[in-house]
């Protein structure tokens, strides 16, 4: 019985799993480093401790221990898909609430990966140690042990693959303590779709149908939903199969997400496994009903699951958008300061995984993800419609953001029509433009009711525009 | 009643506005436009304000000079430039000698007549609106040009009301 | 096609409608009175109008016209049951988005409903017009024009008949314009499960499962649930059929409500219908993935409904607390102020329909509905977790209110066991009591850190105690 | 650091408190409890505050006298009865004369003996805690009656460090 869990992890993921965690009765104990000490997730656990890094397993196992806990979720990101904690929970006695380490460890080597994947029947994408044939080209130079774009070449040509090779190995052996490297055919304008698993301790791997993660930035996931616009009943069907295949090759226990690349012809390729909840897990959630944390939580308690995959269905349409701190108009420059107004939008078919709230403050310290803003409706247009209404409605001032980008996006025709793949915004390079036309004066209106009489040279509080009495005419 | 001159920076040009507020509305200089307005209602960060009949809820927040302001699911940013300065309590009027409604109300008695010198301050009528009697004051020392409204005429939002000329 | 709807409502209600609207792509135009100057839903539509009076049907079948809306949507309430409203649509050639005028008259008349019912093979408690015999009391008096207790008298012997006739009667003329009384046999300590139906104008006629409605204070409802803890598929298949044809007995178009009450030995009887859109729908919504706002426009616009009565599925349980502004422990008076603080909980799961935000002003002018919370659990267990944990996550201060009452409320037992009636909040009465234990060192210090050095005598912000510098020691 | 003292009706009981503050923490005196606390975050209606290791979620809102607490999920109501009074700068200590650590730290210097007679505001010690010297200074003229701590020792909130007496 899992009945205490320290959540290693931040932010508005740290917050979600406290939610369901208290929710099911169980204490939820939190970490913070000193930036994080006014952050909203220390404050939405039961208790939480102080520590110097999210990237030590040793501190977090002993905080753990220290506090009670006999357990540790990882949440995404930081020790999620490292060996380094799972092991450390194992030596200790602690349930890591993920997979084996030795799981862990496979998907993490892309290579043994590919291997294993072949060997259960899982498309891969050609691949080879050095010099592919002439007429495979563009290929991918890859780290063996990377992720997130890093360690990846784009080569387009034999003459330059040498130099890319020895350039990518360099920054995977920075990156990520192993220089290997390897190529691999190039897809181009790929749709990226997962598909979520899950896995029991009996032997039971099912598929919690897929996810459509196209809409991408440096490599990284803005806008996702389900189900994908892409497949047909037929193509779900087969890509579930491929996506519990690749799962019972390493007797995968926990919730997992098989990642694949899918090309325009229908054929699809084996991309990589993340051995851990995924950002975007809500859309799953949202279509099925299943709560994902809760699952993985019964499952790391050792109880079989709780349906089989004829009882899982996807009902409606789901798109989540994720609330960056950042520029998109200005190179996704990140930004920081403090949340002055945060007014989320209400109604049906909404939901919000924030890890801030009004008055918080977003640091250069992580990652600029502020909050999930996800909603449902029985079809994708009437979730697009309702997407574009919540983005409208959602104020969030203080930190410059992506809400309204994310409106044009959902706005644009590409969108509607589900033309997606992984260089939608390289196509659609006018949704980084502000609509045009002139300032309303409105605008400068409102601006104006709040500037200070005198520009005193800091930040001044809007509140000195009101103080004036009842409207009087001297 | 508190009057202040603004100086923004808008695409690359200077943009002086004029702003006479009161705690229920004022009127809005940009340009040659005067823009009449009223609140619907204030808050620590904004409010919601009637301009030409329409609603427009915004948010302001301001970090130095820069100001951002959500307008009706847009953001804006606009950079203050020059400084801005208090100006002396006025009438509901532009620089011009026009005298005008500062909310839509009824007219309860005009204090003056065509022609008539008034001094700086002086009452020329009174007006009704939101239950509130509020008096039109005269902007500044002159003569009654024109009178164009009568008692008990129900007025809009900046409709002319008197002009006083030099 | 309707393409501008005039929201003839306010509050909660006012809002959730412009949101679907605006989902749509209609127009939403609101209407509000000198009180609701700046209310919520004013700020929630494309265009508001001021009124006189949410009651002047004339009124606002104007302002429709004038402001070029061709439909009008009653919301709950108001002149949402009056023929008023709908037969002055069909007068000036606007859609009224309910059902015919014929229906809300004859449903609004007691007497006439049961006759129809009778009719229709749906069972109806025994009634006389006068004399019951001695072996039926205890009976209630009702009013034949009547709706929410009012001209109702619980009558426990023969003897006090005639003089409890009497007063309601008077209460009926005053309240109704209409002093006909009728007498009906008295179900003890019954559950009020209620069955929401939707009927197109092409003669289809189907239910959307039920909902319990049991807990209640002063004959109104605060916390409602689907399904009911009460209903075997059987009996819930039988009073489905039941409230399918007493829907059709006066050929229901748009979506409304068969109110039954419900015995401990599973014999239900017929109490009213409701001929509009309910408070609680949402929960209904939340687990059969409908939108009963949409589908009323659809089905106002001539539409055929798009689903088949197979096609409807519970998924899950949803419950829905109301969030007065009222104080349950004294006698849940209303109370008034301004919102200084509205915090709403975040994370799966959790629907907000609100009238109100940080800043609102409660008045003492209408219902003291400010916001409904509305959760949705794979379990009846899940959902009660998940409402306990929400509500006290809510964080709304400035103005007294329930979510603390409706906290104990679903935490008891009589309420985690589903043992619901209607004399609920009478046998829990040890819920009006706050929970016992001395003020905490905590909250002492937290009100003394807010606390302005000298009383003034006027409300104070809590800004002015953080303008101390940073931390010296002199 | 501003101290305060106040009065509030529990249970129907009158209870007086004294409040210590600066804008990191302070000292809460109820009753015979000294209660040292800290400030892990603050708003304009409230704030997170770290009491005996255990932090605590609250929003007050003040309706003339009347305060309403949010505390942890629940809510409570305390009523203010004596007028509260700001009270002059004193050091972290009560009015017994006891200097005592605000916030867990480092003592970096003692600048003082025992039996060394203090002017008011002299400087007694010098400690560090979240990477700022803080001064201990004398609340009172007196004598350094006993010194509890030695230079580079780390206290903890609360803990006593020197003692002056008349």
């Known amino acids: ?474 | 009643m508190t009057g202040r001159e603004l100086h923004w920076r808008v695409d690359g040009q200077d943009v002086a506005v004029r702003i006479e507020e009161s705690s229920a509305g004022g009127i809005f200089h940009i340009g040659k436009e005067i823009i009449p307005f009223s609140f619907i209602s204030k808050h620590r960060h904004g409010g919601t304000v009637l301009v030409k009949g329409n609603p427009h809820q915004f948010y302001v927040v301001q970090d130095r000079d820069s100001h951002t302001v959500w307008l009706n699911g847009q953001t804006y940013r606009l950079e203050r430039t020059g400084k801005g300065r208090a100006l002396p309590a006025t009438g509901h009027n532009g620089a011009d000698g026009s005298i005008t409604a500062l909310m839509p109300g009824r007219i309860l008695r005009i204090d003056v007549a065509e022609g008539d010198a008034v001094a700086e301050k002086q009452t020329l009528a009174t007006m009704e609106s939101m239950k509130m009697e509020t008096s039109l004051l005269a902007p500044r020392p002159g003569r009654v040009a024109s009178i164009h409204c009568t008692p008990g005429q129900v007025v809009d939002m900046g409709q002319l009301l008197i002009v006083i000329e030099d």
Chains 1, 3 share one sequence.
């Not at chain 1, 892309?110 to 029947?121: F, H, N, W």
């Not at chain 1, 192993?178 to 779709?193: C, G, L, M, S, T």
């Not at chain 1, 939903?225 to 193509?235: F, K």
């Not at chain 1, 992984?422 to 500037?451: C, K, M, Q, V, Y």
């Open chain 1, 1 to 474: 019985m899992i009945r205490k869990v320290l959540i290693a992890n931040r932010g508005e993921i740290a917050v979600r799993i406290a939610h369901i965690l208290r929710e099911m009765g169980i204490s939820a104990i939190g970490v913070f480093t000193d930036p994080d000490r006014e952050a909203l997730h220390r404050r939405s656990m039961d208790e939480a401790h102080r520590i110097e890094s999210y990237l030590d397993a040793e501190e977090l196992v002993r905080v753990a221990r220290e506090s009670g806990a006999n357990a540790i979720h990882p949440g995404y990101g930081f020790l999620s898909e490292s060996t380094s904690l799972s092991s450390a929970c194992e030596n200790a006695g602690i349930t890591f609430i993920g997979p084996q380490t030795e799981t862990i460890r496979l998907m993490g080597d892309k290579l043994e990966a590919r291997r294993l994947m072949q060997a259960a029947g899982v498309p891969v994408l050609p691949a080879w140690a050095s010099n592919p044939p002439e007429s495979e080209y563009p290929v991918l130079v890859k780290a063996v042990g990377g992720g997130g774009g890093k360690g990846m070449r784009l080569v387009q040509n034999p003459s330059e693959l040498a130099e890319a090779m020895a350039a990518a190995s360099r920054e995977a052996a920075k990156g990520f303590n192993d220089a290997r490297v390897f190529i691999e055919k190039y897809a181009r304008n790929p749709r990226h779709v997962e598909f979520q698993v899950v896995g029991d301790s009996h032997g039971n791997v099912m598929h919690v149908f897929e996810r459509e993660c196209s809409i991408q930035r440096r490599h990284q996931k803005i806008i996702e939903e389900t189900p994908s616009p892409a497949l047909t009943p037929e193509l779900r069907a087969t890509m579930g199969t491929m996506a519990v295949a690749a799962a019972k090759a390493v007797a995968y226990r926990g919730a997992g997400t098989v990642e694949f690349i899918l090309d325009a012809d229908g054929r699809f390729y084996f991309l990589e496994m993340n051995t851990r909840l995924q950002v975007e897990h809500p859309v799953t959630e949202f279509t099925t009903g299943l709560d994902l944390v809760r699952e993985q939580v019964r499952i790391a308690e050792g109880q079989p699951l709780s349906f089989r995959q004829a009882d899982l269905h996807q009902t409606g349409h789901s798109i989540e958008c994720r609330i960056y701190a950042e520029v998109p108009e200005e190179n996704f420059r990140p930004d920081t300061g403090t949340i002055e107004v945060f007014r989320p939008p209400t109604g049906p078919g909404i939901r919000l995984d924030s890890g801030v709230e009004e008055g918080s403050t977003v640091t250069i310290d992580y990652d600029p993800l502020m909050a999930k803003l996800i909603v449902w409706a029985p079809t994708r247009g009437a979730a697009i419609d309702r997407m574009k209404r919540s983005l409208r409605d959602f104020v969030l001032l203080g930190v410059r953001n992506n809400i309204e980008f994310l409106g044009r996006v959902v706005s644009s025709k590409d969108f509607a029509s589900g033309n997606l793949d992984t260089h939608f915004l390289d196509r659609n390079s006018e949704l980084f433009r502000p609509p045009a036309g002139p300032l309303p004066i409105e605008a400068i209106l409102a601006a104006s009711l709040s500037a200070s009489p005198v520009t005193n040279g800091g930040s001044s509080s809007f509140s000195n525009v009101w103080t004036s009495g009842p409207w009087r005419n001297s």
